[in-house]
């Protein structure tokens, strides 16, 4: 299930990336989550890739598990570890 977190939070962070599609836009949001003027504008003008991006360290600090947390996404992995909790009801 971690790995599945992971992955998806990947996929997240490459959506957000896109979707952020011009560098004012980029760069005004990085600074919105706290990251200095000037990295924002170096990563908000970098020419990676979406994907290259999503695993760079300023979006894994800025974009990590609390803020999707925030956001309503609590992973794959807590609502099994509630289910495990709450006693596994029979499938059939």
């Known amino acids: 299930m971690e790995k599945l977190d992971e992955w998806l939070r990947t996929r997240l962070r490459i959506n957000t990336w896109r979707r952020w599609k011009r560098i004012r836009t980029k760069v005004s949001n990085l600074i919105k989550l706290e990251v200095g003027k000037s990295l924002a504008y170096q990563w908000g003008n970098t020419s ?8 760079s360290p300023i979006l894994l600090r800025t ?3 609390s803020y999707w947390k925030k956001k309503g996404y609590w992973g794959f992995q807590h609502y099994y570890c509630q289910w495990q909790a709450d006693g596994q009801p029979s499938l059939f």
């Not at 990676?48 to 695993?55: L, N």
């Open 48 to 55: 990676k890739g979406a994907a290259r991006v999503a695993h």
């Open 63 to 65: 974009l990590n598990i």
